[in-house]
């Protein structure tokens, strides 16, 4: 069965610093990944998504993630943060074949911001 | 207007009673969802409907059922609500099954009391 884990439940990180959100996937083949974003009191919004190709993929409001084949792992950068980047962050994995029913999310990682 | 759109977005009721958690999507997608987010903020799966077919997640107890009465449209009913029903249920739609971005509604926080 397909797994995500996200080890860190809770990050702090100062203004304008750069950050890096870890995910770890376990799954028999190299499945679609995805990184969600929930502000408080809010849906789901997706911030950008692996499909194959090009390892480095860019998402919206500047964030970008790392596909590492050998480390299974899908791990969420952003160079420099904004308060409005504190929030819920949730990465996820869906088989090729199976379709999105089999979409599993890791646990979270909570983002704090501070000035 | 919102793509995604849920109704109530706050719900408190007593044990026993019955519900209902409206969804409506007007992106034209093929595929609607319904996930249940835990106190904890884990988020399952528990149902997908794809051109009328529904995929039910065998964990989710037969108290809930979703009801589609056409496409722009998948309806969560909960009979018998239980306290531990108390979570935050999102609806979600994609255009079809096979890794397209799911757009998120923005939850409906149960209360059961």
């Known amino acids: 069965a397909q797994s995500v884990t996200q080890p860190d439940i809770h990050i702090t990180v100062s203004e304008g610093a750069s950050l890096e959100l870890r995910c770890n996937y376990s799954?028999?083949?190299?499945?679609?990944l995805f990184w969600y974003v929930q502000s408080p009191g809010q849906g789901l919004q997706l911030l950008l998504k692996y499909f194959s190709g090009d390892t480095l993929v860019q998402g919206i409001k500047g964030f970008e993630a790392e596909f590492k084949r050998s480390q299974s792992s899908f791990n969420l950068r952003k160079p420099s943060v904004h308060w409005s980047d504190a929030a819920e962050y949730f990465c996820?994995?869906?088989?090729?074949?199976?379709?999105?029913?089999?979409?599993?999310f890791g646990t979270g990682t909570r983002l704090t911001i501070i000035p | 207007d919102t793509a995604v759109s849920q109704t109530p977005k706050y719900l408190v009721t007593q044990m026993g009673n019955d519900k209902s958690i409206k969804c409506e999507q007007n992106?034209?997608?093929?595929?609607m969802y319904w996930y249940k987010q835990d106190s904890k903020k884990f988020l399952k799966i528990m149902f997908s409907y794809n051109n009328k077919e529904l995929i039910i997640n065998e964990t989710v107890p037969n108290r809930f059922s979703p009801k589609s009465p056409d496409k722009a449209h998948l309806n969560l009913h909960i009979n018998s609500l239980e306290l531990g029903d108390s979570a935050v249920y999102f609806c979600a739609s994609s255009q079809d099954t096979r890794g397209s971005e799911a757009f998120f509604g923005q939850g409906t926080r149960l209360t059961v009391v």
């Open positions: 996820a994995v869906a088989p090729l074949l199976g379709g999105n029913e089999k979409l599993t």
């Open positions: 992106l034209g997608h093929d595929t």
């Open positions: 799954y028999g083949a190299t499945p679609y």
